[in-house]
């Protein structure tokens, strides 16, 4: 039975998902409100992940990150790179594909979620006040200049590469 850090961070992926469907419902153009709700959410949701969950995890483990640490910042890289220009079809599916494959790595059976929620059961509930309590995050207007996509394509490229060398598969 997933615990309450598990479901908490789980019902945001929902919450995500659904905001990036209605973002592209109906239209081949991409809907900007639900677009701009689901951009936020998933900086704040990355940032709650990077900023305390892996950092959480790593101390609890006496200073050695979790095995699947790489990989997570490496997709989080590349999603937070996807969502710097104006959104296309394009990009919504590509984040989509990065997305298929990440959520499973926290959600999953032994995964990130699963293993944080053992390792910080003695200050669980802490952990789960900081999620919540987590700022929404200050959005920039979206930037096409000239070097975005060229650093989007070495982001995507790095996170291959991570996928290949981490033993949970490549994309």
Same mark, same amino acid.
């Given at each position: 039975m997933p615990g309450p850090l598990y479901q908490f961070l789980q019902q945001d992926h929902e919450r995500l998902d659904d905001l990036l469907?209605?973002?592209? #419902? =109906?239209? &081949?153009?991409?809907e900007l409100g &639900?677009? %701009?709700?689901?951009?936020?959410?998933?900086?704040? *949701?990355? =940032?709650m992940e990077e900023k305390i969950l892996l950092p959480t995890a790593r101390r609890l483990r006496d200073g050695e990150p979790l095995?699947? %640490?790489?990989?997570?910042? #490496?997709?989080?890289a590349a999603l937070a790179s996807l969502l710097v220009p104006t959104p296309t079809g394009?990009?919504? #599916?590509?984040i989509r594909d990065i997305l298929a494959e990440h959520n499973p790595?926290?959600? =999953?059976?032994g995964g990130m979620y699963e293993l944080c929620e053992r390792l910080a059961a003695a200050e669980l509930e802490a952990l789960?006040?900081?999620? *919540?309590?987590? &700022?929404?995050?200050?959005? #920039? &207007? *979206?930037f096409d200049g000239p070097r975005v996509q060229a650093h989007i394509e070495k982001l995507l490229r790095d996170r291959s590469e991570s996928n290949r060398g981490d033993g949970t598969g490549s994309s």
């Amino acid at each position: 039975m997933p615990g309450p850090l598990y479901q908490f961070l789980q019902q945001d992926h929902e919450r995500l998902d659904d905001l990036l469907k209605r973002s592209v #419902a =109906g239209s &081949p153009a991409v809907e900007l409100g &639900p677009y %701009a709700l689901f951009r936020a959410g998933l900086l704040r *949701h990355i =940032g709650m992940e990077e900023k305390i969950l892996l950092p959480t995890a790593r101390r609890l483990r006496d200073g050695e990150p979790l095995p699947i %640490a790489k990989r997570l910042r #490496a997709d989080h890289a590349a999603l937070a790179s996807l969502l710097v220009p104006t959104p296309t079809g394009d990009i919504v #599916a590509t984040i989509r594909d990065i997305l298929a494959e990440h959520n499973p790595l926290e959600e =999953g059976a032994g995964g990130m979620y699963e293993l944080c929620e053992r390792l910080a059961a003695a200050e669980l509930e802490a952990l789960i006040a900081r999620l *919540h309590a987590a &700022p929404e995050v200050t959005v #920039a &207007p *979206h930037f096409d200049g000239p070097r975005v996509q060229a650093h989007i394509e070495k982001l995507l490229r790095d996170r291959s590469e991570s996928n290949r060398g981490d033993g949970t598969g490549s994309s």
